[in-house]
C-alpha cells in the first residue's frame, strides 16, 4: 500500500515546489510531478499514475483542482481511482476522501448531482432540438453544393467524368461527389 501525490502545474512559468512540499509532509512514498493545462485530457503523468494504482494505494493531491477541470473530470478519474481498488485524498477538500465512510457518501452525492445534472441538460437539448424541426430549422452541416451544383454534378457523373475532376471543379472533396451516385 503506497501513498501517491500528484502534482500538477498549468505551465512553465509556474513552480511545483509548494505541492511537493505539503504532498511530502502529508506522507506520500512517491511524487508524480506534471506540467500541463487541466483543460487537457492528455495528462500522460496522471494517465500512467492511475495504471499504475495497486489496491490500497491512496492518490493524494493538494487541492482538486490540480487534479481535474470539472466535475465530471473528477468523477472519471474518481472511478479510475475505484477500478483499481485504490483510495484518493485532497488536503485541501477535506470532504474529498474516499478512504473514509464521510468521503466516500459525498462523492457517492457529488456523482449522483453530477448524473441529474447530465440528465436535464440532455432533456433541454433535446427539447430545443424538436422546437427548432417544428419551426423548419435544418440542423447539421451546411450542404458544401447547392441544388444547382448537384444536378450540375449528376449531369456530368452520367456523361462519364470522372468524381475527382467534377470535385475539383467545385472544390470539394471526391467523397461528396461519391455520394451523388447514389
Known amino acids: ?20 512540499e505539503q504532498l511530502t509532509a502529508a506522507g506520500a512514498d512517491r511524487i508524480v510531478q506534471e506540467t500541463a493545462s487541466g483543460a487537457k485530457t492528455d495528462r500522460s503523468g496522471l ?26 473530470d ?8 475505484a477500478d483499481a481498488g ?9 470532504w474529498a476522501d474516499t ?8 462523492v457517492t452525492i457529488l ?20 422546437r427548432a424541426k417544428e419551426l423548419g430549422v435544418h440542423l447539421g452541416r451546411k450542404p458544401k453544393l447547392t441544388p ?3 444536378r450540375e454534378a449528376r449531369k456530368r457523373l452520367e456523361g462519364g467524368e470522372t468524381a475527382t475532376s467534377i ?8 467523397s461528396t461527389i461519391d455520394r451523388l451516385k447514389a
Open 1 to 20: 500500500m503506497a501513498i501517491v501525490g500528484y502534482a500538477r502545474v498549468s505551465t512553465d512559468g509556474q513552480t511545483l515546489d509548494g505541492q511537493v
Open 47 to 72: 494517465a500512467k499514475l492511475l495504471n499504475a494504482l495497486q489496491p490500497g494505494d491512496v492518490l493524494l493531491v493538494t487541492r482538486l483542482d490540480r487534479l481535474a477541470r470539472s466535475t465530471r
Open 74 to 81: 473528477l468523477l472519471n478519474v474518481l472511478a479510475a481511482i
Open 86 to 94: 485504490a483510495g484518493f485524498r485532497s488536503l485541501a477538500d477535506t
Open 99 to 106: 478512504t473514509t465512510a464521510h468521503g466516500r457518501l459525498m
Open 111 to 130: 456523482g449522483g448531482l453530477a448524473e441529474f445534472e447530465r440528465e436535464l441538460i440532455k432533456a433541454r437539448t433535446s427539447e430545443g432540438r424538436q
Open 148 to 150: 444547382y451544383q448537384v
Open 167 to 174: 470535385a475539383k471543379s467545385f472544390n470539394v472533396h471526391r
